[in-house]
Nanobody, 126 residues
Framework: QVQLVESGGGLVQAGGSLRLSCAAS????????MGWFRQAPGKEREFVAA????????YYADSVKGRFTISRNSTKNTAYLQMNSLKPEDTAVYYC???????????????????WGQGTQVTVSS
């Protein structure tokens, strides 16, 4: 079965950087899109970024565009989220997710992502 394991979260000051990793196993990921979502306390889980595994077509939420970069390494079966210029409002639990359906572009809809990791905490201090 598909398993996704996030790592790389932590505590950083505003303006700093973190790189999150998502180790994927158990799926045909060349056919998938990989997504990153985040959830702050008391808020709904929101889309951050997504990438189609095969062609590296990417999609970013407006709130992170220009600051975050999503990528993947096929040899390592790992997706990444490079987060630069972090802001306190980026504080959340970050989740890796996989969308197994064939689509023209990556989806930003939570319901399209059928597989989820356990999450990793990112805290940005002011």
């Amino acid at each position: 079965q598909v398993q996704l394991v996030e790592s790389g979260g932590g505590l950083v000051q505003a303006g700093g950087s973190l790189r999150l990793s998502c180790a994927a196993s158990g799926g045909t990921f060349s056919m998938y899109a990989m997504g990153w979502f985040r959830q702050a306390p008391g808020k709904e889980r929101e889309f951050v970024a997504a990438i189609k595994w095969l062609d590296e077509n990417t999609y970013y939420a407006d709130s992170v565009k220009g600051r975050f970069t999503i990528s993947r390494n096929s040899t390592k079966n790992t997706a990444y989220l490079q987060m630069n210029s972090l802001k306190p409002e980026d504080t959340a639990v970050y989740y890796c997710a996989a969308d197994p359906r064939r689509r023209l572009f990556p989806s930003n809809a939570k319901a399209d992502y059928l597989y989820w990791g356990q999450g990793t905490q990112v805290t940005v201090s002011s």
